[in-house]
């Protein structure tokens, strides 16, 4: 899992460097699938319930989902990229929100506060804390700073297979399962933050998830593995 997370960290560090005003969606999406099997993975997002394309990009208002396109990014967007790689059997799955050239207070501020929730997260998993710590975590720190999470969807166990249980939300709720972690146990946690409130609707394309009031959303993600003394992130470059 850690030779896939260093995969999807090399993907996502090369978006960024090349996600300038002018370049397209569908552009940063070739891009991205090339490195993937440069590097003998194969994108896990590409056909998975039809998905079309191997990243998730997903702009300003756009929360999780989105699909690259021809869609120019301009001066002042946020762009959310979501990258999952399978390789060797096993999976890696992360993600980073970032400005194209000079973005404004509000874009700064979304992006900061989901980037800090997900390090907030990180830092209290551990072997024999619950998944509601976590959730925990991150709810406290986003409504504090005056944002939202999305509540309608979720981080999850990650391994062999993109999607695994538990279910990890990004908030607390009573009807919540609330397994307790043990060393090995893998996770991908994501913070998703409105600047606005927390409802989300999807577009006719039957992916694309946009906050219902069409403020700005952030998204960050790694792949986290639980050790008794604290969480190994896997989703970042060798050394």
């Not at 090399?10 to 699938?33: F, S, Y």
């Not at 609330?178 to 577009?203: C, F, H, S, W």
């Amino acid at each position: 899992m850690r030779r896939a997370g260093a995969v999807v960290a090399e993907v996502l560090e090369r978006i960024r460097e090349i996600a300038q005003p002018g370049i397209t969606l569908e552009e940063l999406d070739r891009e991205a699938e090339a490195l993937i099997r440069r590097r003998k993975g194969v994108p896990l997002f590409k056909g998975y319930h039809g998905f079309p394309a191997s990243i998730c990009a997903s702009v300003n208002e756009e929360v999780v989902h989105g699909i690259p396109g021809p869609r120019k990014l301009q001066e002042g967007d946020i762009l959310s990229t979501d990258v999952g790689v399978r390789l060797d059997g096993y999976c890696g799955d992360a993600a980073v929100t970032f400005g194209i050239g000079r973005i404004g207070p509000d874009a700064e501020r979304v992006i900061r506060v989901a980037r800090t929730a997900l390090d907030r997260a990180i830092a209290v998993v551990r072997a024999g804390c619950r998944v509601s710590d976590i959730s925990a975590a991150i709810q406290r720190y986003v409504e504090s700073e005056g944002c939202s999470v999305v509540r309608k969807y979720t981080g999850h166990g990650i391994g062999r297979e993109m999607h695994e249980e538990p279910q990890v939300p990004n908030f607390v709720s009573g009807a919540m399962a609330d397994p307790g972690l043990r060393a090995g146990n893998v996770l991908a946690i994501e913070p998703m933050v409105n600047l606005g409130g927390p409802e989300v609707e999807v577009l006719e394309n039957g992916w694309t998830v946009v906050t219902k009031d069409r403020s700005l959303s952030a998204h960050f993600e790694h792949t986290v593995a639980v050790r008794e003394d604290g969480a190994d992130v896997l989703t970042v470059l060798p050394g």
